[in-house]
């Protein structure tokens, strides 16, 4: 189980990696030409119109490079923004200043890309049922800051890793040479190793929606590149006696259809592994 402590570390190691990739031994440049005493301040300038998403990350990034470093929120994450919004400040050294900005501005419009997206989505499908949700389709090592845009973009997490939950897909199907036998050795082993991990059982047609749910034990059954209308008859075979997520080419066009027909998640790949970062600068002013 991933706690709250463990999430913060993450975080803080890939700041800290972040950082340790962009600036190696040093902003040679901002130590040529910038004294090492000037004092400035800068502003998270938004440029375009979205959900902002990891200003404590980029304002964390600040305070690794200076710990004086003084920055404040001007909008809070997950809040919609537009054009000629200042998101925070920073104030301290023109040289971390500098240092920072980069990595800063790399994560923040990153998540901020993600989050906004997230909303997108889920906005569509507003007054239905379904909650959108994400993937382990995420940047390397990123995959902490990736869930918590989605979670601030209005979306919820589907499994942190491999870990987290037991998903049965067509490949361990066909290993297993059928769903109840995949299923069948999946409870055998989480019994012996002592673990209770939610089940979710992935299938391709209604033939194995039928299969999954004679089988004991599952808590989701997931559609994988369901057309709407077997959706439909899938959700209305299932009866609600296991969640039921639909995956697989859904996008923005298509989504609420695919909400319609009652399921309970729709997870959404593009929601990280496409990211368009949000247009953000960062408009520095040396004090005198």
Same mark, same amino acid.
């Given at each position: 189980?991933?706690?709250?402590? &463990?999430?913060?570390?993450?975080? *803080?190691?890939?700041?800290? *990696?972040?950082?340790?990739? &962009?600036?190696?031994?040093?902003?040679?440049?901002?130590?040529?030409? !910038?004294?090492?005493?000037?004092?400035?301040? %800068?502003?998270?300038?938004?440029?375009?119109?979205?959900?902002?998403?990891?200003?404590?990350?980029?304002?964390?990034?600040?305070?690794?490079?200076?710990?004086?470093?003084?920055?404040?929120?001007?909008?809070?994450?997950?809040?919609?923004?537009?054009? +000629?919004?200042?998101?925070?400040?920073? /104030?301290?050294?023109?040289?971390?200043?500098?240092?920072?900005?980069?990595?800063?501005?790399?994560?923040?419009?990153?998540?901020?890309?993600?989050?906004?997206?997230?909303?997108?989505?889920?906005?569509?499908?507003?007054?239905?049922?379904? #909650?959108?949700?994400?993937?382990?389709?995420?940047?390397?090592?990123?995959?902490?800051? &990736?869930?918590?845009?989605?979670?601030?973009? +209005?979306?919820?997490? /589907?499994?942190?890793?491999?870990?987290?939950?037991?998903?049965?897909?067509?490949?361990? !199907?066909?290993?297993?040479?059928?769903?109840?036998? %995949?299923?069948?050795?999946?409870?055998?082993?989480?019994?012996?190793? +002592?673990?209770?991990?939610?089940?979710?059982?992935?299938? #391709?047609?209604?033939?194995?929606?039928?299969?999954?749910?004679?089988?004991?034990? !599952?808590?989701?059954?997931?559609? &994988?590149?369901?057309?709407?209308?077997?959706? #439909?008859?899938?959700?209305?075979?299932?009866?609600?006696?296991?969640?039921?997520? %639909?995956?697989?080419?859904?996008?923005? *066009?298509?989504?609420?259809?695919?909400?319609?027909?009652?399921?309970?998640? !729709?997870?959404?790949? %593009?929601?990280?592994?496409?990211?368009?970062?949000?247009?953000?600068?960062?408009?520095?002013?040396? /004090?005198?």
């Amino acid at each position: 189980m991933r706690t709250a402590v &463990d999430e913060q570390g993450r975080i *803080e190691r890939i700041v800290e *990696e972040a950082l340790r990739e &962009d600036a190696g031994i040093g902003d040679v440049t901002s130590e040529s030409i !910038i004294p090492e005493d000037a004092k400035g301040s %800068a502003e998270f300038l938004c440029k375009g119109t979205g959900i902002v998403a990891g200003l404590e990350v980029a304002f964390l990034v600040f305070r690794m490079c200076e710990a004086r470093m003084l920055a404040g929120q001007m909008m809070d994450d997950g809040a919609h923004v537009k054009p +000629g919004d200042i998101l925070g400040v920073v /104030h301290g050294s023109v040289r971390g200043i500098l240092l920072a900005e980069r990595t800063a501005l790399n994560l923040l419009q990153r998540m901020s890309g993600i989050a906004t997206l997230t909303r997108q989505y889920v906005e569509a499908v507003a007054g239905t049922r379904t #909650r959108i949700t994400d993937t382990r389709k995420t940047a390397p090592g990123l995959r902490v800051l &990736d869930k918590m845009a989605v979670r601030l973009g +209005g979306g919820v997490n /589907h499994r942190f890793g491999l870990d987290d939950m037991v998903l049965i897909k067509d490949n361990h !199907i066909a290993a297993a040479g059928s769903i109840t036998g %995949a299923v069948s050795r999946c409870m055998s082993s989480l019994r012996t190793r +002592g673990l209770a991990l939610p089940i979710e059982v992935e299938t #391709r047609n209604l033939a194995e929606v039928n299969e999954a749910l004679r089988c004991q034990g !599952i808590t989701r059954i997931m559609l &994988d590149n369901f057309p709407v209308d077997a959706m #439909r008859e899938a959700v209305a075979l299932i009866q609600h006696r296991v969640e039921v997520e %639909a995956s697989g080419g859904i996008t923005l *066009e298509s989504v609420r259809a695919v909400a319609e027909t009652g399921v309970d998640l !729709i997870s959404v790949g %593009a929601l990280s592994h496409s990211v368009r970062a949000l247009d953000i600068s960062l408009e520095l002013t040396p /004090h005198a």
